[in-house]
Protein backbone atom coordinates (compact mmCIF):
# COMPACT_ATOMS: atom_id res chain seq x y z
CA UNK A 1 0.00 0.00 0.00
CA UNK A 2 3.03 2.32 1.34
CA UNK A 3 4.34 2.09 -2.61
CA UNK A 4 0.82 2.50 -4.35
CA UNK A 5 0.91 5.92 -2.20
CA UNK A 6 4.77 6.65 -3.02
CA UNK A 7 3.65 6.09 -6.82
CA UNK A 8 0.39 8.64 -6.69
CA UNK A 9 2.22 11.19 -5.11
CA UNK A 10 4.69 11.04 -7.63
CA UNK A 11 2.16 11.22 -10.39
CA UNK A 12 0.59 14.27 -8.98
CA UNK A 13 4.11 15.93 -8.63
CA UNK A 14 4.91 14.79 -12.47
CA UNK A 15 1.50 16.60 -13.31
CA UNK A 16 2.12 19.54 -11.27
CA UNK A 17 5.48 20.18 -12.99
CA UNK A 18 4.30 20.03 -16.87
CA UNK A 19 1.16 22.74 -15.68
CA UNK A 20 3.39 24.79 -13.66
CA UNK A 21 4.82 25.03 -17.43
CA UNK A 22 1.32 25.85 -18.65
CA UNK A 23 0.83 28.36 -16.08
CA UNK A 24 -2.32 26.80 -14.37
CA UNK A 25 -2.93 26.71 -10.36
CA UNK A 26 -3.91 23.29 -10.44
CA UNK A 27 -3.11 20.71 -7.69
CA UNK A 28 -3.66 16.61 -7.74
CA UNK A 29 -6.25 15.91 -4.93
CA UNK A 30 -9.43 17.18 -4.33
CA UNK A 31 -8.31 17.95 -1.07
CA UNK A 32 -6.23 20.24 -2.26
CA UNK A 33 -7.43 23.65 -3.03
CA UNK A 34 -8.49 23.96 -6.35
CA UNK A 35 -9.02 27.26 -8.24
CA UNK A 36 -10.76 27.73 -11.30
CA UNK A 37 -9.13 27.86 -14.04
CA UNK A 38 -7.79 29.59 -17.44
CA UNK A 39 -9.03 28.06 -20.91
CA UNK A 40 -5.28 28.05 -21.06
CA UNK A 41 -5.01 26.02 -18.54
CA UNK A 42 -7.82 23.66 -19.56
CA UNK A 43 -6.31 23.34 -23.19
CA UNK A 44 -2.46 22.29 -21.66
CA UNK A 45 -4.31 19.82 -19.46
CA UNK A 46 -5.81 18.41 -23.08
CA UNK A 47 -2.51 18.50 -24.42
CA UNK A 48 -1.31 16.01 -21.63
CA UNK A 49 -3.56 13.47 -22.35
CA UNK A 50 -1.81 12.97 -25.63
CA UNK A 51 1.32 11.84 -23.65
CA UNK A 52 1.79 8.26 -23.56
CA UNK A 53 2.56 8.11 -19.46
CA UNK A 54 -1.26 6.35 -18.66
CA UNK A 55 -0.53 7.66 -15.00
CA UNK A 56 -0.12 10.73 -15.44
CA UNK A 57 -3.50 10.56 -17.29
CA UNK A 58 -5.53 9.60 -14.81
CA UNK A 59 -4.53 12.57 -12.39
CA UNK A 60 -5.60 14.68 -15.60
CA UNK A 61 -8.82 13.32 -16.42
CA UNK A 62 -9.45 13.92 -12.82
CA UNK A 63 -9.03 17.07 -12.73
CA UNK A 64 -10.80 17.79 -16.26
CA UNK A 65 -13.90 16.28 -14.68
CA UNK A 66 -13.71 18.45 -11.69
CA UNK A 67 -13.03 21.76 -13.65
CA UNK A 68 -15.70 21.43 -15.92
CA UNK A 69 -18.03 20.13 -12.69
CA UNK A 70 -19.97 23.60 -13.17
CA UNK A 71 -19.60 24.32 -16.44
CA UNK A 72 -20.45 21.62 -18.16
CA UNK A 73 -21.13 18.61 -16.44
CA UNK A 74 -22.02 16.18 -19.41
CA UNK A 75 -17.92 16.60 -20.42
CA UNK A 76 -17.55 16.13 -16.71
CA UNK A 77 -19.03 12.76 -16.43
CA UNK A 78 -17.18 11.51 -19.84
CA UNK A 79 -13.77 12.52 -18.11
CA UNK A 80 -14.53 11.16 -14.85
CA UNK A 81 -16.01 8.15 -16.46
CA UNK A 82 -12.17 7.92 -18.43
CA UNK A 83 -10.67 8.41 -15.30
CA UNK A 84 -12.38 5.56 -13.41
CA UNK A 85 -11.69 3.31 -16.62
CA UNK A 86 -8.01 4.02 -16.52
CA UNK A 87 -7.36 3.62 -13.19
CA UNK A 88 -9.17 0.58 -12.63
CA UNK A 89 -6.30 -0.55 -15.12
CA UNK A 90 -3.62 0.14 -13.49
CA UNK A 91 -5.12 -0.53 -10.26
CA UNK A 92 -3.92 3.02 -8.66
CA UNK A 93 -6.47 2.65 -5.78
CA UNK A 94 -6.37 6.25 -4.45
CA UNK A 95 -6.70 7.95 -7.87
CA UNK A 96 -9.64 5.59 -8.44
CA UNK A 97 -11.27 6.76 -5.08
CA UNK A 98 -11.32 10.12 -5.99
CA UNK A 99 -11.60 9.75 -9.66
CA UNK A 100 -15.36 8.00 -8.14
CA UNK A 101 -15.68 10.89 -6.09
CA UNK A 102 -15.41 13.65 -8.89
CA UNK A 103 -17.69 11.11 -11.06
CA UNK A 104 -19.93 11.26 -8.17
CA UNK A 105 -20.35 14.85 -8.10
CA UNK A 106 -20.94 15.50 -11.98
CA UNK A 107 -23.23 13.19 -11.82
CA UNK A 108 -24.97 14.67 -9.31
CA UNK A 109 -24.99 17.77 -11.14
CA UNK A 110 -26.88 16.35 -14.21
CA UNK A 111 -29.72 15.33 -11.05
CA UNK A 112 -28.50 11.85 -12.33
CA UNK A 113 -28.67 10.97 -8.15
CA UNK A 114 -28.79 6.86 -8.72
CA UNK A 115 -25.36 7.07 -10.80
CA UNK A 116 -23.87 9.24 -8.29
CA UNK A 117 -24.45 7.03 -5.36
CA UNK A 118 -23.19 4.48 -7.07
CA UNK A 119 -20.09 5.93 -7.42
CA UNK A 120 -19.81 7.66 -3.62
CA UNK A 121 -20.86 3.84 -2.66
CA UNK A 122 -17.69 2.70 -5.08
CA UNK A 123 -15.27 5.01 -3.53
CA UNK A 124 -16.27 4.49 0.17
CA UNK A 125 -15.56 1.23 -0.55
CA UNK A 126 -12.11 2.00 -2.12
CA UNK A 127 -10.95 4.49 0.59
CA UNK A 128 -11.64 2.40 3.56
CA UNK A 129 -10.28 -0.70 2.38
CA UNK A 130 -7.25 0.83 1.79
CA UNK A 131 -7.37 3.45 4.55
CA UNK A 132 -7.53 6.60 2.72
CA UNK A 133 -9.25 8.94 5.29
CA UNK A 134 -8.96 12.70 3.77
CA UNK A 135 -11.01 10.94 0.55
CA UNK A 136 -13.43 9.20 2.98
CA UNK A 137 -14.17 12.34 4.74
CA UNK A 138 -15.19 13.86 0.91
CA UNK A 139 -17.21 10.45 0.36
CA UNK A 140 -19.32 10.45 3.71
CA UNK A 141 -19.99 14.62 3.04
CA UNK A 142 -21.17 13.76 -0.20
CA UNK A 143 -23.49 11.18 1.01
CA UNK A 144 -24.48 13.82 3.24
CA UNK A 145 -25.37 16.22 0.65
CA UNK A 146 -27.16 13.46 -1.72
CA UNK A 147 -29.67 12.42 1.15
CA UNK A 148 -30.32 16.32 1.96
CA UNK A 149 -31.43 16.64 -1.49
CA UNK A 150 -33.62 13.23 -1.23
CA UNK A 151 -35.05 14.56 1.71
CA UNK A 152 -33.74 11.80 4.55
CA UNK A 153 -32.29 14.69 6.55
CA UNK A 154 -31.77 12.62 9.80
CA UNK A 155 -29.68 10.07 7.48
CA UNK A 156 -27.84 13.04 5.71
CA UNK A 157 -26.65 14.43 9.55
CA UNK A 158 -25.56 10.91 10.39
CA UNK A 159 -23.26 11.15 7.52
CA UNK A 160 -22.33 14.83 7.72
CA UNK A 161 -20.72 13.87 10.93
CA UNK A 162 -18.70 10.99 10.38
CA UNK A 163 -17.48 13.56 7.19
CA UNK A 164 -16.66 16.16 10.19
CA UNK A 165 -15.35 13.18 12.56
CA UNK A 166 -12.73 12.19 9.36
CA UNK A 167 -11.71 15.63 8.05
CA UNK A 168 -11.31 17.09 11.70
CA UNK A 169 -8.11 13.85 12.32
CA UNK A 170 -6.87 14.60 9.30
CA UNK A 171 -6.84 18.49 10.21
CA UNK A 172 -8.10 19.83 6.40
CA UNK A 173 -9.27 22.88 6.12
CA UNK A 174 -10.26 22.69 2.76
CA UNK A 175 -12.53 19.64 3.48
CA UNK A 176 -13.97 21.23 6.55
CA UNK A 177 -15.28 24.04 4.43
CA UNK A 178 -17.23 21.74 2.46
CA UNK A 179 -18.77 19.84 5.20
CA UNK A 180 -20.03 22.48 7.15
CA UNK A 181 -21.34 23.90 3.98
CA UNK A 182 -23.21 20.94 3.16
CA UNK A 183 -24.21 21.23 6.98
CA UNK A 184 -25.63 24.10 6.69
CA UNK A 185 -27.67 23.41 3.79
CA UNK A 186 -29.04 20.08 5.84
CA UNK A 187 -30.14 22.51 8.54
CA UNK A 188 -31.38 25.30 5.88
CA UNK A 189 -33.73 22.34 4.66
CA UNK A 190 -35.16 21.46 8.26
CA UNK A 191 -36.06 25.25 8.69
CA UNK A 192 -32.72 25.65 11.99
CA UNK A 193 -31.59 28.49 10.67
CA UNK A 194 -29.34 29.77 13.07
CA UNK A 195 -27.44 26.39 12.88
CA UNK A 196 -27.75 26.70 9.07
CA UNK A 197 -26.18 30.23 9.51
CA UNK A 198 -23.78 28.93 11.98
CA UNK A 199 -22.43 26.17 9.89
CA UNK A 200 -22.26 28.64 6.50
CA UNK A 201 -20.47 31.27 8.21
CA UNK A 202 -17.77 28.68 9.16
CA UNK A 203 -17.54 27.61 5.82
CA UNK A 204 -16.71 31.18 4.79
CA UNK A 205 -14.32 31.64 6.76
CA UNK A 206 -12.38 28.58 6.08
CA UNK A 207 -13.08 29.24 2.32
CA UNK A 208 -11.48 32.74 3.25
CA UNK A 209 -8.10 31.71 5.23
CA UNK A 210 -7.49 29.42 1.99
CA UNK A 211 -8.47 31.62 -0.20
CA UNK A 212 -11.03 29.56 -2.34
CA UNK A 213 -13.02 31.68 -4.65
CA UNK A 214 -15.88 29.70 -5.89
CA UNK A 215 -16.28 27.99 -2.22
CA UNK A 216 -16.64 32.14 -0.84
CA UNK A 217 -18.82 32.54 -3.61
CA UNK A 218 -21.35 29.38 -2.70
CA UNK A 219 -20.95 30.14 1.00
CA UNK A 220 -22.34 33.77 0.54
CA UNK A 221 -25.10 32.53 -1.57
CA UNK A 222 -26.22 30.29 1.51
CA UNK A 223 -26.23 33.25 4.01
CA UNK A 224 -27.55 35.51 1.37
CA UNK A 225 -30.81 32.72 1.33
CA UNK A 226 -30.74 32.60 5.43
CA UNK A 227 -31.10 36.41 5.26
CA UNK A 228 -33.54 36.26 2.56
CA UNK A 229 -35.90 33.47 4.51
CA UNK A 230 -35.42 36.11 7.71
CA UNK A 231 -36.20 39.32 5.80
CA UNK A 232 -33.19 40.99 5.99
CA UNK A 233 -33.56 41.79 1.90
CA UNK A 234 -30.58 44.45 1.99
CA UNK A 235 -28.23 42.05 3.45
CA UNK A 236 -29.73 39.24 1.19
CA UNK A 237 -29.25 41.37 -1.77
CA UNK A 238 -25.54 42.10 -1.41
CA UNK A 239 -24.68 38.47 -0.12
CA UNK A 240 -26.18 37.32 -3.06
CA UNK A 241 -24.42 39.80 -5.71
CA UNK A 242 -21.26 39.31 -4.48
CA UNK A 243 -21.81 35.54 -5.07
CA UNK A 244 -22.29 36.46 -8.60
CA UNK A 245 -19.61 38.52 -8.99
CA UNK A 246 -17.06 36.07 -7.90
CA UNK A 247 -18.94 32.91 -9.41
CA UNK A 248 -18.72 35.16 -13.04
CA UNK A 249 -14.92 34.68 -13.79
CA UNK A 250 -15.21 31.37 -13.15
CA UNK A 251 -17.70 30.27 -15.18
CA UNK A 252 -20.02 28.61 -12.81
CA UNK A 253 -23.23 28.32 -14.81
CA UNK A 254 -24.89 26.15 -11.85
CA UNK A 255 -23.89 28.49 -9.06
CA UNK A 256 -24.84 31.49 -11.22
CA UNK A 257 -28.21 29.70 -11.66
CA UNK A 258 -28.87 29.40 -8.06
CA UNK A 259 -27.88 33.10 -7.23
CA UNK A 260 -30.61 34.60 -9.86
CA UNK A 261 -32.81 32.10 -8.80
CA UNK A 262 -32.70 33.59 -5.14
CA UNK A 263 -32.31 37.01 -6.33
CA UNK A 264 -35.70 36.76 -8.17
CA UNK A 265 -37.18 35.33 -4.62
CA UNK A 266 -35.89 38.63 -3.26
CA UNK A 267 -37.07 40.96 -5.81
CA UNK A 268 -40.72 39.31 -5.50
CA UNK A 269 -40.58 40.08 -1.67
CA UNK A 270 -39.83 43.30 -2.36
CA UNK A 271 -42.65 43.68 -5.04
CA UNK A 272 -40.14 44.97 -7.84
CA UNK A 273 -40.93 41.98 -10.19
CA UNK A 274 -39.61 42.98 -13.28
CA UNK A 275 -36.29 42.80 -11.58
CA UNK A 276 -37.88 39.65 -10.83
CA UNK A 277 -38.99 38.27 -13.74
CA UNK A 278 -35.34 39.06 -15.42
CA UNK A 279 -33.89 37.55 -12.14
CA UNK A 280 -35.92 34.43 -13.35
CA UNK A 281 -34.86 34.61 -16.80
CA UNK A 282 -31.06 34.41 -15.96
CA UNK A 283 -31.65 31.89 -14.00
CA UNK A 284 -33.34 29.23 -16.54
CA UNK A 285 -30.58 30.56 -19.48
CA UNK A 286 -27.69 29.60 -16.78
CA UNK A 287 -29.77 26.27 -15.54
CA UNK A 288 -30.00 24.94 -19.32
CA UNK A 289 -26.18 23.38 -19.27
CA UNK A 290 -27.95 21.20 -16.05
CA UNK A 291 -31.28 21.26 -16.89
CA UNK A 292 -31.83 20.77 -13.21
CA UNK A 293 -35.68 20.43 -12.84
CA UNK A 294 -35.98 21.75 -9.33
CA UNK A 295 -34.30 24.93 -10.08
CA UNK A 296 -36.24 25.03 -13.54
CA UNK A 297 -39.48 24.48 -11.29
CA UNK A 298 -39.33 26.71 -8.57
CA UNK A 299 -38.06 29.64 -11.19
CA UNK A 300 -41.32 28.80 -13.25
CA UNK A 301 -43.16 29.11 -10.28
CA UNK A 302 -41.50 32.44 -9.35
CA UNK A 303 -42.63 33.51 -12.83
CA UNK A 304 -45.59 32.85 -12.31
CA UNK A 305 -46.01 34.70 -9.43
CA UNK A 306 -44.18 37.90 -10.91
CA UNK A 307 -46.74 37.95 -13.66
CA UNK A 308 -49.36 37.59 -11.18
CA UNK A 309 -48.76 40.62 -9.62
CA UNK A 310 -48.46 42.42 -12.51
CA UNK A 311 -52.36 41.38 -13.82
CA UNK A 312 -50.66 39.88 -16.68
CA UNK A 313 -52.56 36.81 -16.03
CA UNK A 314 -52.10 34.43 -19.48
CA UNK A 315 -47.92 34.55 -19.03
CA UNK A 316 -48.75 33.79 -15.29
CA UNK A 317 -51.27 30.60 -16.16
CA UNK A 318 -48.43 29.77 -18.12
CA UNK A 319 -45.80 29.62 -16.40
CA UNK A 320 -47.62 27.85 -13.86
CA UNK A 321 -48.53 25.49 -16.04
CA UNK A 322 -44.85 24.31 -17.05
CA UNK A 323 -44.12 24.13 -13.30
CA UNK A 324 -46.89 21.96 -12.48
CA UNK A 325 -45.58 19.80 -15.62
CA UNK A 326 -41.83 19.42 -14.19
CA UNK A 327 -43.47 19.17 -10.54
CA UNK A 328 -45.30 16.01 -11.84
CA UNK A 329 -42.73 14.92 -13.75
CA UNK A 330 -39.87 14.64 -10.45
CA UNK A 331 -40.44 11.48 -9.22
CA UNK A 332 -37.95 10.21 -5.89
CA UNK A 333 -39.08 6.95 -5.61
CA UNK A 334 -36.66 5.55 -8.09
CA UNK A 335 -34.30 7.31 -6.09
CA UNK A 336 -35.24 6.45 -2.41
CA UNK A 337 -35.24 3.04 -3.74
CA UNK A 338 -31.96 2.69 -4.80
CA UNK A 339 -30.85 4.17 -2.13
CA UNK A 340 -32.25 1.82 0.43
CA UNK A 341 -30.16 -1.27 -1.37
CA UNK A 342 -27.30 1.19 -1.33
CA UNK A 343 -27.77 1.48 2.32
CA UNK A 344 -28.48 -1.57 2.91
CA UNK A 345 -25.54 -3.40 1.09
CA UNK A 346 -22.98 -0.81 2.91
CA UNK A 347 -24.31 -2.05 6.44
CA UNK A 348 -24.01 -5.58 5.23
CA UNK A 349 -20.54 -5.39 3.93
CA UNK A 350 -19.50 -3.99 6.80
CA UNK A 351 -20.37 -6.66 8.65
CA UNK A 352 -18.99 -9.22 6.13
CA UNK A 353 -15.87 -7.88 6.12
CA UNK A 354 -15.15 -9.80 9.50
CA UNK A 355 -15.66 -13.16 8.00
CA UNK A 356 -14.87 -12.09 4.18
CA UNK A 357 -11.60 -14.56 3.96
CA UNK A 358 -13.52 -18.27 5.29
CA UNK A 359 -16.69 -17.75 3.44
CA UNK A 360 -15.38 -15.87 0.51
CA UNK A 361 -17.12 -18.58 -1.89
CA UNK A 362 -20.24 -18.19 -0.05
CA UNK A 363 -20.57 -14.83 -0.49
CA UNK A 364 -20.07 -14.91 -3.95
CA UNK A 365 -23.08 -17.48 -4.18
CA UNK A 366 -25.31 -15.62 -1.66
CA UNK A 367 -24.52 -12.22 -3.81
CA UNK A 368 -25.62 -13.94 -6.80
CA UNK A 369 -28.77 -15.40 -5.35
CA UNK A 370 -29.85 -11.85 -3.80
CA UNK A 371 -29.08 -9.70 -6.39
CA UNK A 372 -31.48 -11.97 -8.68
CA UNK A 373 -33.82 -11.87 -6.14
CA UNK A 374 -33.57 -7.97 -5.74
CA UNK A 375 -33.95 -8.00 -9.48
CA UNK A 376 -37.11 -10.06 -9.38
CA UNK A 377 -38.61 -7.48 -6.37
CA UNK A 378 -37.46 -4.48 -8.35
CA UNK A 379 -39.40 -5.80 -11.06
CA UNK A 380 -42.41 -6.76 -9.45
CA UNK A 381 -42.27 -3.44 -7.43
CA UNK A 382 -41.59 -1.34 -11.01
CA UNK A 383 -44.89 -3.23 -12.45
CA UNK A 384 -46.88 -2.11 -9.31
CA UNK A 385 -46.05 1.09 -9.03
CA UNK A 386 -46.64 1.87 -12.83
CA UNK A 387 -49.77 0.28 -12.12
CA UNK A 388 -50.41 2.20 -9.17
CA UNK A 389 -49.64 4.99 -10.91
CA UNK A 390 -51.75 4.74 -13.37
CA UNK A 391 -55.02 3.83 -11.35
CA UNK A 392 -53.82 6.86 -9.68
CA UNK A 393 -53.80 9.25 -11.85
CA UNK A 394 -56.95 7.71 -13.84
CA UNK A 395 -59.09 8.62 -10.44
CA UNK A 396 -57.43 11.91 -10.33
CA UNK A 397 -58.77 13.02 -13.35
CA UNK A 398 -61.90 11.59 -12.99
CA UNK A 399 -61.99 13.31 -9.40
CA UNK A 400 -60.63 16.19 -10.81
CA UNK A 401 -63.51 16.62 -14.08
CA UNK A 402 -66.71 15.40 -11.40
CA UNK A 403 -65.15 18.64 -9.58
CA UNK A 404 -64.96 20.99 -12.47
CA UNK A 405 -68.43 19.84 -13.46
CA UNK A 406 -69.73 20.48 -10.23
CA UNK A 407 -68.29 23.84 -10.19
CA UNK A 408 -69.21 24.76 -13.54
CA UNK A 409 -72.95 23.78 -12.61
CA UNK A 410 -72.64 26.01 -8.91
CA UNK A 411 -71.50 28.55 -10.94
CA UNK A 412 -74.45 28.41 -13.59
CA UNK A 413 -76.79 27.98 -10.78
CA UNK A 414 -75.50 30.96 -9.06
CA UNK A 415 -74.80 33.47 -11.84
CA UNK A 416 -78.98 32.48 -12.71
CA UNK A 417 -79.77 32.95 -9.23
CA UNK A 418 -78.23 36.25 -8.62
CA UNK A 419 -79.59 37.51 -12.47
CA UNK A 420 -83.40 36.54 -11.42
CA UNK A 421 -82.71 38.19 -7.09
CA UNK A 422 -81.60 41.37 -8.62
CA UNK A 423 -84.79 41.33 -11.60
CA UNK A 424 -86.86 41.14 -8.81
CA UNK A 425 -85.15 43.62 -6.67
CA UNK A 426 -84.60 46.49 -9.24
CA UNK A 427 -88.50 46.05 -9.91
CA UNK A 428 -89.88 45.76 -6.33
CA UNK A 429 -87.75 48.16 -5.65
CA UNK A 430 -89.15 50.49 -9.01
CA UNK A 431 -92.68 50.13 -7.66
CA UNK A 432 -92.38 50.43 -4.14
CA UNK A 433 -89.99 54.05 -4.35
CA UNK A 434 -93.00 55.12 -7.53
CA UNK A 435 -95.53 54.49 -4.72
CA UNK A 436 -93.97 56.96 -2.11
CA UNK A 437 -93.09 59.46 -4.48
CA UNK A 438 -96.39 59.38 -6.03
CA UNK A 439 -97.98 59.57 -2.37
CA UNK A 440 -95.52 62.63 -1.27
CA UNK A 441 -96.60 64.64 -5.09
CA UNK A 442 -100.13 63.62 -3.87
CA UNK A 443 -99.59 65.53 -0.31
CA UNK A 444 -97.84 68.04 -1.48
CA UNK A 445 -100.04 69.65 -4.91
CA UNK A 446 -103.26 68.76 -2.73
CA UNK A 447 -102.13 69.56 1.22
CA UNK A 448 -104.70 72.07 0.88
CA UNK A 449 -107.42 70.07 -0.53
CA UNK A 450 -106.95 66.91 1.78
CA UNK A 451 -108.55 66.59 5.35
CA UNK A 452 -107.32 65.07 8.44
CA UNK A 453 -108.67 61.48 7.62
CA UNK A 454 -107.32 61.47 3.76
CA UNK A 455 -103.66 62.82 5.65
CA UNK A 456 -104.16 60.20 8.16
CA UNK A 457 -104.29 57.40 5.52
CA UNK A 458 -101.92 59.07 3.31
CA UNK A 459 -99.81 59.18 5.92
CA UNK A 460 -100.52 55.53 6.68
CA UNK A 461 -100.02 53.95 3.28
CA UNK A 462 -96.47 55.84 3.27
CA UNK A 463 -95.48 54.25 6.10
CA UNK A 464 -96.51 50.95 5.05
CA UNK A 465 -94.26 51.64 2.30
CA UNK A 466 -91.22 52.63 3.59
CA UNK A 467 -91.26 49.70 6.14
CA UNK A 468 -92.13 47.23 2.78
CA UNK A 469 -88.66 48.71 1.28
CA UNK A 470 -86.66 48.94 4.70
CA UNK A 471 -87.53 44.66 4.85
CA UNK A 472 -86.80 44.23 1.13
CA UNK A 473 -83.64 45.78 1.64
CA UNK A 474 -83.13 43.59 4.87
CA UNK A 475 -83.90 40.96 3.18
CA UNK A 476 -81.38 41.56 0.23
CA UNK A 477 -78.61 42.39 2.60
CA UNK A 478 -79.13 39.26 3.96
CA UNK A 479 -79.08 37.21 1.10
CA UNK A 480 -75.58 39.12 -0.47
CA UNK A 481 -74.13 38.13 2.76
CA UNK A 482 -75.14 34.55 3.26
CA UNK A 483 -73.89 33.71 -0.53
CA UNK A 484 -70.56 35.39 0.13
CA UNK A 485 -70.17 33.25 2.84
CA UNK A 486 -70.44 36.29 5.48
CA UNK A 487 -72.10 35.31 7.98
CA UNK A 488 -70.82 33.62 10.79
CA UNK A 489 -72.79 31.93 13.43
CA UNK A 490 -71.91 33.63 16.72
CA UNK A 491 -74.03 31.98 19.31
CA UNK A 492 -75.09 32.85 22.87
CA UNK A 493 -77.92 31.34 24.91
CA UNK A 494 -81.47 33.02 24.55
CA UNK A 495 -84.89 32.84 26.41
CA UNK A 496 -87.20 32.50 23.76
CA UNK A 497 -89.86 34.32 25.49
CA UNK A 498 -88.39 37.12 26.07
CA UNK A 499 -86.52 36.74 22.14
CA UNK A 500 -89.91 36.67 20.29
CA UNK A 501 -91.38 39.67 22.23
CA UNK A 502 -88.80 41.65 20.85
CA UNK A 503 -89.40 40.38 17.25
CA UNK A 504 -92.91 40.81 17.75
CA UNK A 505 -92.35 44.55 18.45
CA UNK A 506 -90.71 44.94 15.40
CA UNK A 507 -93.17 43.95 13.40
CA UNK A 508 -96.13 45.68 15.48
CA UNK A 509 -96.76 48.77 12.91
CA UNK A 510 -97.20 46.51 10.18
CA UNK A 511 -99.97 44.12 11.82
CA UNK A 512 -101.28 47.86 13.31
CA UNK A 513 -102.12 48.67 9.79
CA UNK A 514 -104.35 45.16 9.20
CA UNK A 515 -105.73 45.10 12.56
CA UNK A 516 -103.68 41.48 12.70
CA UNK A 517 -103.10 40.82 16.96
CA UNK A 518 -99.49 38.98 17.17
CA UNK A 519 -99.82 36.47 20.60
CA UNK A 520 -96.64 35.28 21.90
CA UNK A 521 -97.46 32.43 23.41
CA UNK A 522 -94.17 30.67 24.40
CA UNK A 523 -94.04 29.20 27.42
CA UNK A 524 -91.13 31.08 29.68
CA UNK A 525 -88.13 28.94 30.56
CA UNK A 526 -87.60 27.82 27.23
CA UNK A 527 -84.04 28.37 25.90
CA UNK A 528 -81.94 28.28 23.18
CA UNK A 529 -78.11 28.29 22.17
CA UNK A 530 -77.51 29.83 18.87
CA UNK A 531 -76.65 33.08 16.91
CA UNK A 532 -79.66 36.09 17.61
CA UNK A 533 -79.01 37.71 14.84
CA UNK A 534 -79.68 35.06 12.25
CA UNK A 535 -82.13 33.76 14.30
CA UNK A 536 -83.88 37.06 14.41
CA UNK A 537 -84.06 37.50 10.75
CA UNK A 538 -85.74 34.34 10.42
CA UNK A 539 -88.34 34.67 13.11
CA UNK A 540 -88.94 38.15 11.31
CA UNK A 541 -89.36 37.35 7.98
CA UNK A 542 -91.87 34.62 9.07
CA UNK A 543 -94.09 36.84 11.19
CA UNK A 544 -94.13 39.32 8.38
CA UNK A 545 -95.45 36.32 5.96
CA UNK A 546 -97.70 35.82 8.16
CA UNK A 547 -99.47 39.25 8.83
CA UNK A 548 -98.96 39.55 4.61
CA UNK A 549 -100.88 36.66 4.36
CA UNK A 550 -103.73 37.18 7.00
CA UNK A 551 -107.00 38.78 6.64
CA UNK A 552 -107.39 42.54 7.83
CA UNK A 553 -108.30 41.73 12.03
CA UNK A 554 -106.92 38.01 12.30
CA UNK A 555 -104.11 37.14 13.85
CA UNK A 556 -100.64 35.76 14.32
CA UNK A 557 -99.49 33.16 17.34
CA UNK A 558 -95.89 32.19 17.63
CA UNK A 559 -95.39 28.95 19.93
CA UNK A 560 -92.05 27.08 21.06
CA UNK A 561 -91.57 23.85 22.34
CA UNK A 562 -88.49 21.80 23.32
CA UNK A 563 -87.72 18.47 21.54
CA UNK A 564 -85.39 16.18 23.08
CA UNK A 565 -81.81 17.92 22.05
CA UNK A 566 -84.37 20.46 19.70
CA UNK A 567 -86.42 23.18 20.00
CA UNK A 568 -89.06 23.98 17.67
CA UNK A 569 -90.90 27.38 17.49
CA UNK A 570 -93.85 27.64 15.12
CA UNK A 571 -95.59 30.57 13.41
CA UNK A 572 -99.10 29.90 12.69
CA UNK A 573 -101.69 32.45 10.30
CA UNK A 574 -105.11 31.87 10.00
CA UNK A 575 -105.06 33.75 6.83
CA UNK A 576 -105.22 32.13 3.16
CA UNK A 577 -102.96 29.78 3.11
CA UNK A 578 -101.44 27.73 0.08
CA UNK A 579 -101.96 24.66 -1.76
CA UNK A 580 -99.53 21.66 -1.94
CA UNK A 581 -98.25 22.01 -4.73
CA UNK A 582 -97.31 25.66 -4.06
CA UNK A 583 -95.10 24.67 -0.40
CA UNK A 584 -93.53 22.06 -2.19
CA UNK A 585 -91.43 25.08 -4.28
CA UNK A 586 -91.63 27.44 -1.49
CA UNK A 587 -87.86 27.09 -0.95
CA UNK A 588 -86.36 26.81 -4.61
CA UNK A 589 -84.09 29.56 -5.10
CA UNK A 590 -84.42 28.77 -8.90
CA UNK A 591 -88.21 29.41 -9.03
CA UNK A 592 -89.06 31.98 -5.95
CA UNK A 593 -92.36 32.41 -5.86
CA UNK A 594 -93.92 35.73 -4.75
CA UNK A 595 -98.04 37.34 -4.29
CA UNK A 596 -99.70 39.84 -3.34
CA UNK A 597 -100.79 39.77 0.50
CA UNK A 598 -104.51 40.07 1.50
CA UNK A 599 -104.10 44.07 1.35
CA UNK A 600 -102.45 43.47 -1.99
CA UNK A 601 -99.19 44.23 0.07
CA UNK A 602 -95.97 43.36 -2.28
CA UNK A 603 -92.78 40.99 -1.72
CA UNK A 604 -89.74 39.90 -3.65
CA UNK A 605 -89.76 36.46 -2.96
CA UNK A 606 -86.29 36.86 -1.11
CA UNK A 607 -87.80 36.39 2.54
CA UNK A 608 -88.42 32.51 2.75
CA UNK A 609 -85.07 31.42 0.85
CA UNK A 610 -83.10 33.19 2.92
CA UNK A 611 -85.31 32.04 6.32
CA UNK A 612 -84.03 28.26 4.53
CA UNK A 613 -80.40 29.44 4.23
CA UNK A 614 -79.77 30.80 7.91
CA UNK A 615 -81.66 27.69 9.28
CA UNK A 616 -79.25 25.54 7.30
CA UNK A 617 -76.69 27.42 8.64
CA UNK A 618 -77.50 26.97 11.83
CA UNK A 619 -77.62 23.53 11.53
CA UNK A 620 -81.39 23.29 11.33
CA UNK A 621 -84.35 22.94 9.12
CA UNK A 622 -87.75 24.59 8.08
CA UNK A 623 -91.15 23.33 6.98
CA UNK A 624 -94.15 24.24 6.30
CA UNK A 625 -97.52 22.81 6.31
CA UNK A 626 -100.40 24.92 4.99
CA UNK A 627 -104.34 24.66 3.50
CA UNK A 628 -106.18 27.42 1.33
CA UNK A 629 -108.21 29.33 3.43
CA UNK A 630 -106.99 27.72 6.60
CA UNK A 631 -103.58 29.65 7.17
CA UNK A 632 -100.13 28.10 7.29
CA UNK A 633 -98.16 27.35 9.97
CA UNK A 634 -93.99 27.64 9.62
CA UNK A 635 -91.84 25.78 12.14
CA UNK A 636 -87.75 25.93 12.56
CA UNK A 637 -86.11 23.30 14.14
CA UNK A 638 -82.51 24.21 15.80
CA UNK A 639 -80.35 22.07 17.82
CA UNK A 640 -80.60 22.88 21.56
CA UNK A 641 -77.22 22.89 23.20
CA UNK A 642 -76.92 24.04 26.57
Known sequence: MKFRIVKAIALNISLLLILFVAQSGFISAQDDLLEGVKPSSLEALAKVLERPDDSVKVVTLKLLCWENRNSDPDKAIEYGQMAVSLAKSLNLKMELSDSYNR???????????????????????????????????????????????????????????????????????????????????????????????????????????????????????????????????????????????????????????????????????LGNFNNAIYCFDESLKYNESFKNLTVSRDCYNGLAYAYAQKKL??????????????????????????????????????????????????????????????????????LALVVGLGIYFYIKRAKDIRLLQAQRDEINMLNSTKDRFFSILAHDLKNQLTSIVTIAQMVKDKSLAIGDDGLIELSRRLYALGFATNDLLENVLSWIKSQGKQVIARKSNIDLKEFIDRVILTQKPAAEIKSVAINNRVEPGISIHTDTDMLSTVVRNLISNAIKFSNPGGR???????????????????????????????????????????????????????????????????????????????????????
Open 313 to 382: FDKAYYFSSKATEINDSISLSQYVERLTQLTEALKYEETLNLQKEREKALAERLDFQRNIIKLYIAIIIL
Open 103 to 269: LGIAYRNKGRYAQALECYFNGLEVSRTHGFDKHLAFQYNNLADLYNRLGLYGRAIEFGKRAMEYAQKVNDDYTLAYIYNIMGTIYKNKNELDSALNCFTHSLELRQKIGYNQGIATSHLNIGSIELLREQYSKSLQSIQTAIDLYSPKNDLQGIAIAYYYKGQLYNK
Open 556 to 642: VDVFALQKGNHVEISITDYGVGMPRETTDRLFNTLESLTQPGTMNEQGSGLGLIICNQLVTDLGGQIKVTSEPQRGSTFTVSLPHVS
